[in-house]
């Protein structure tokens, strides 16, 4: 019941922090310097049709009552048209979200079994050459731009041996996970370091515990340990990380998918960027606050669900 | 009262070090090392005209996409600029305006913080709304877009990283400063009538502001990664600056031919983070001794 009230508790919390972020992405439009109408009508417009955005996007209105159509707008589901390609938002988002969506959970599961991996072994063993050894991995890891992962991959794995393809995103499903083995590993690798960092504390804290002690002295294998007793201990942690990289790991899809020229929400943001499409700019920064918001929830969820220590 | 989410975000920005004592003899390793490298960019960042045997905008198409060794140290580009020298000129762009990016929301959020967690009430609670808020978007989408936003350039850059980043050092000091309010040496200087700003200046600050001087350092790295990205995308600095980032997506269409012209950059950055990442290890041993 307390945990129930927890997670409750939780989304209610979230609800002012929406209307906020909903704010900010309205005020977004009004942030660029110009004429708001001239943004959305787009460069080449002509001084009727701005007008006529004006009238219709009733930016005549005071700041307040746009700010309230807005928030109606989004809450029946419109997001406005974009401008270069006059489809509604909401269907081009539609389109795109699948493949970021797979981008995310590929990257997010290489991440994280290579920081476990890593983690484990240096946790294992504090302050012996592995541990120095993973944290180098983890100090230089941090310090290499996405992008430029990715390009090594093509440089070194892609071109010399032709087995995954260097950009796109072809049909049929055995092609497509063929396309997504590269972007994947790049959104990982750029993923674990942080994590190798927070398990690597976590799991030296529960190999130095008391269950530890006394599982060791009842005679259980370090195998069995590892899988059976810590790894239960240090996932929590893991998946709390997870969300808090969330955004992170978004810019990073962003990232991996101009570099791979991937069709997902990240290059679609990119494009909006350069022809300067005012709504479809908002709409994918809306969709993605609205992902990371929901990877809090669910992480705090996850943790209520699976910790019965957990209250707020 | 913190959220699992809210603890997690300590776990991925403070590096503990459970389990294990402070290692007097890595602190100094790491320092040496990080500053070595940190001092060597800003120094060739600072003497660039001396150093770069060329012009970094200087084109010459007789000689362009010449390979590494000869004249051109490090080979030449699309346009024949020598590609040595625009790595060099690069750092006079991107430390200065990560450094910049990095130290507005510092100095604003340590005030906001400080003045929010000392006075607390209804402001307080105000400013953490917004905090909430301004987290929940993924910083680098939002800066991406500010910059959008704004036009490109530094100016640019730096505005969106201050608007976007100050949050998280007011959080910082707003938890430090709330913490020490109950120790004696705050009461003490209270009871002594000392002025509130004296007091917070003072006493406190000088006895919580490690953290937040730990998290600017790894800050710099990230903002160096960012403006290198943004600018990969296009976004960043504008042509014809020499800019890592931007040199890379300038070259991304010669990745099977010239290597060279995209390993180059990018070994710029990755070697500066690393030196970056080490000299912010050794300010974390010490503030935590």
Known sequence: ?312 | MATPVAEGRALTRTRTRLGRKVNKKSERRAFIIGGAIVGAYILAALLAPVIAPFDPNKQDLFNALQAPGGEHLLGTDSVGRDTFSRLIYAGRVDLPVAVIAALLPFIIGTVIGSVAGYAGGVGDSILMRIADSVQAFPIYVLLLVLVFAFGQGATSFILAATLVSWVAYARLIRGEIIRAKQLPYVMAAKTAGLPHSRIIVRHILPNTIGRSIVYAMSDIVLLILALASLSFLGVGIPAPTAEWGRMIAESQIYLRSHWWLLVAPGLAIVVLGIGLSFLGDALDQRTRR
């Open chain 1, 1 to 312: 019941m307390r945990r129930f009230r927890f997670v409750l508790g939780r989304l209610l919390q979230t609800v002012p922090v929406l209307f906020v972020v909903l704010l900010l992405v309205f005020a977004l439009l009004h942030l660029a310097p110009g004429d708001p109408a001239r943004t959305l009508a787009g460069l080449k417009a002509t001084e009727e049709s701005v007008e006529a955005i004006r009238e219709e996007m009733g930016l005549n209105e005071p700041l307040i009552v746009q700010y309230g159509t807005y928030v109606g707008n989004v809450f029946r589901g419109d997001l406005g048209e974009s401008t270069v390609s006059s489809k509604p938002v909401t269907t081009i988002v539609r389109q795109r979200l699948p493949v970021t969506l797979w981008l995310l959970a590929g990257g997010a599961i290489v991440g994280t079994t290579f920081a476990l991996l890593l983690a484990g072994l240096a946790a294992r063993r504090p302050d012996t050459w592995i541990d120095h050894i993973v944290r180098g991995i983890s100090t230089v890891g941090l310090g290499m731009p996405v992008f430029w992962v990715g390009l090594m991959l093509i440089l070194l794995v892609a071109l010399p041996t032709g087995w995954f393809p260097v950009g796109g995103f072809p049909d049929g499903l055995a092609e497509q996970v063929r396309a997504m083995v590269l972007p994947s590993l790049t959104l990982g690798f750029a993923l674990a370091p942080v994590q190798i960092r927070a398990l690597r504390s976590s799991l030296a804290q529960v190999y130095d515990s008391d269950y530890t002690m006394a599982a060791r002295s009842i005679g259980v294998s370090e195998t069995r340990l590892l899988w059976r007793h810590l790894l239960r201990n240090a996932a929590l942690p893991a998946v709390t990380v997870l969300a808090v990289q969330m955004g992170s790991l978004l810019f990073g899809a962003v990232v991996v998918e101009a570099t791979f020229a991937l069709p997902g929400l990240g290059q679609g943001l990119v494009q909006s960027v350069s022809r300067r499409d005012f709504p479809m700019v908002q709409g994918v920064t809306l969709i993605s606050a609205v992902l990371v918001l929901t990877a809090h929830l669910l992480a705090d969820a996850a943790y209520a669900a699976l910790d019965p220590r957990v209250e707020v």
